[in-house]
């Protein structure tokens, strides 16, 4: 199947040697995409609004994706049942004295997102913007929870604040989209950053992918590299599978079906796909986090936050390594 790009490549400021970012950092991280936004450093608040998302109901034959867990990717679970407002108070304290941080964007972050009503999704913006010290607005979604008045709503709200939203691609592969059982296409996915960005272009524009789905291939990784490079895509924030229990890959794991990416193996592709990607291009994060130890199956490496991200700037750096070293310009316009 060929899903069809826009035949354009993005307006990039390209630079052929290498670009120091952050503290000699090895790639365009977020944070220094944040600090030049907001000229100084802004740390997300992550709160949950959102109970479910269209594979937990099985609309339409769907199941549950299977990495997903019982909370949907919330970093504060138990802060749930409480009001935005109350979430951000709450969380808000933590953030600023660990990081010193005095701005923020509010992290919509939970299962769908745009899976609720759109008028309780305006409620929920507008209480989480007059929140003080509130900058801007990140907002988590799937490629098929796109509504015509949804995508308004964004091109109005983007021109009076910042507005993020990163998309679950996870692959622009079918096999690997079907394998993780997301309910949607790799065609619905590339069709949906176009019509992000067609109805709503000043939306910073991210999306989020999984390593290490069998099947997968170097060269997968490396197109989806030139792929986002050609798109209308502001960030990318990398994972590596892995399992949690009480999910569909935790069964499979125990039955002998599913082998996680080993660090090295996984650390190679994440090198692959920076050298490809733009360096115009912010980069979230490296690698998953289990944040809960106690519900992590494997592979055990995923219970250390700056494991995965040292590992790889270190052989990045061994290498003479870094974002955008392989890019050229000019990406395919198909995807096989």
Known sequence: MELELD????????QSPPRRWGVNLPYNPISEHYKNLFGEKVYKIPISIAEDCPNRQGLKG????????????????????????????????????KYKAKKFLVYFQAYTNTFVRLEQLKQNIESALKCKDVVGIVLGTRPDC?????LKYWGELSQTTYLSVELGVQSFFEEQVAF?????????????????HEFAPHVDLGVHFIFGIPGETRQDIIESAKICSQMPIGQVKLHNLHVLINTPLAEMYNQGLFEPISLDAYSGLAIDFLEHLSPSIAVHRLGALAKRWDELVAPDWNKHKM?????????????GSYQGRLFCGNPSTQLQ
């Open 62 to 97: 769907m199941e549950t994706c299977i990495f997903c867990d019982e909370w949907g990717s919330a970093a504060y679970p138990e802060e749930r049942a409480k009001t935005v407002a109350e979430q951000i108070e709450v969380i808000k304290p933590i953030l600023s004295k």
């Open 307 to 319: 494991m995965v991200a040292q590992h790889i700037i270190a052989k990045m750096r061994t290498a």
């Open 7 to 14: 035949s354009q490549p993005r307006d990039l400021d390209r």
């Open 180 to 196: 993780l059982k997301r309910g949607h296409t790799a065609a619905q996915s590339i069709r949906a950053i176009y019509k992000i």
């Open 146 to 150: 796109l509504s015509a008045g949804l």
